[in-house]
């Protein structure tokens, strides 16, 4: 049973820094992809960011270019989200998601196509 674990979500100030870590067990995923979802209250989940595992690549929603960063650490099987220069309008439940195939181009901003979720960490920026 694959399970995906989210921590470093919290309350800080506009202009701070979070972490986010995303820690999987239960599955091998060398080919995955992982992404990250945010989803503020009444709104749709949306996407953050992807990383293929294998090569390196990385998907940015255009809101978050430059500002946020993700990465992998695959000797631990866990997957980061940097985020800088945080926004009010960052504010959100964060949730990563993983698929066990590589996911290309459009493939991976879209929700349906992650098999895993994990039970999302609260981020709360305050203006």
């Known amino acids: 049973q694959v399970q995906l674990v989210e921590s470093g979500g919290g309350l800080v100030q506009a202009g701070e820094s979070l972490r986010l870590s995303c820690a999987a067990s239960?599955?091998?995923?060398?080919?995955?992809?992982i992404a990250w979802f945010s989803q503020a209250p009444g709104k749709d989940r949306e996407f953050v960011a992807a990383?293929?595992?294998?090569?390196?690549?990385?998907y940015y929603a255009e809101s978050v270019k430059g500002r946020f960063t993700t990465s992998g650490d695959n000797a631990k099987s866990t997957v980061y989200l940097q985020m800088n220069s945080l926004k009010p309008e960052d504010t959100a439940v964060y949730y990563c998601?993983?698929?066990?195939?590589?996911?290309?181009?459009?493939?991976?901003?879209?929700?349906?196509?992650?098999?895993?979720w994990g039970q999302g960490t609260q981020v709360t920026v305050s203006s």
């Open positions: 990383l293929r595992r294998r090569s390196g690549i990385t």
């Open positions: 998601a993983a698929a066990p195939v590589t996911l290309y181009g459009r493939d991976a901003y879209e929700a349906p196509k992650y098999n895993y």
């Open positions: 239960g599955g091998t995923f060398s080919s995955s992809t």
